[in-house]
T-cell receptor
């Protein structure tokens, strides 16, 4: 069982470019999440999806968009990258919405120059 | 809203030493509390959790007790190993996973 896969593993991107981070889970979990991890700030939620076809904004959604066309995939798009979006991005999923264990992918390290 | 404050690192210990990583929370309700661990180059994975006051979560020799009176969920291990070297995150949510709040993380290095 792969769990959650993310791609790419790392990316260097010029400011102003569009970028999509991919996330796929094979656990058939209803809920999925995107976090960014910055030193000294821990993880902050960007967007979430409680079920296929629905999405919601987290703590730091500006500059990011997501879609949830099916249960397994939850891509995160940066429409026009800025240097402040340099971070490590983690996708996660959970079976239940209510205070349930989240399962995390290995992360994507993104550098915006 | 909810927030979590955890002990700043880094923490460096010798093998078999006792470990405590402090975590306190603020919450409007009665949150569920979690400790996640991140090994080098990997995503976070759940270490233990507690969902109500006085519950003790435990796993792999780690323990944490939900203390409502002190709003704390300190992580402890009696004898750490080199393989415990990782970053540890405390987390809290009063409602659901969409409202999860993570602490800043504490990096632990265990030396042989």
């Amino acid at each position: 069982i792969a769990g959650i896969t993310q791609a790419p593993t790392s990316q260097i991107l010029a400011a102003g470019r569009r970028m999509t981070l991919r996330c796929t889970q094979d656990m058939r979990h209803n809920a999925m999440y995107w976090y960014r991890q910055d030193l000294g700030l821990g993880l902050r939620l960007i967007h979430y999806s409680n079920t296929a076809g629905t999405t919601g904004k987290g703590e730091v959604p500006d500059g990011y968009s997501v879609s949830r066309a099916n249960t397994d995939d939850f891509p995160l798009t940066l429409a026009s990258a800025v240097p402040s979006q340099t971070s490590v991005y983690f996708c996660a999923s959970s079976d239940s919405l209510v205070a349930d264990t989240q399962y995390f992918g290995p992360g994507t390290r993104l550098t915006v120059l | 809203g909810d927030s979590v404050t955890q002990m700043e690192g880094p923490v460096t210990l010798s093998e078999e030493a006792f470990l405590t990583i402090n975590c306190t929370y603020t919450a409007t309700g009665y949150p569920s509390l979690f400790w996640y661990v991140q090994y080098p180059g990997e995503g976070l994975q759940l270490l233990l959790k507690a969902t109500k006051a006085d519950d003790k979560g435990s796993n792999k020799g780690f323990e944490a007790t939900y203390r409502k009176e002190t709003t704390s969920f300190h992580l402890e291990k009696g004898s750490v190993q080199v393989s415990d070297s990782a970053v540890y995150f405390c987390a809290s949510t009063s409602y659901n996973n969409n409202d999860m709040r993570f602490g800043a993380g504490t990096r632990l290095t265990v030396k042989p």
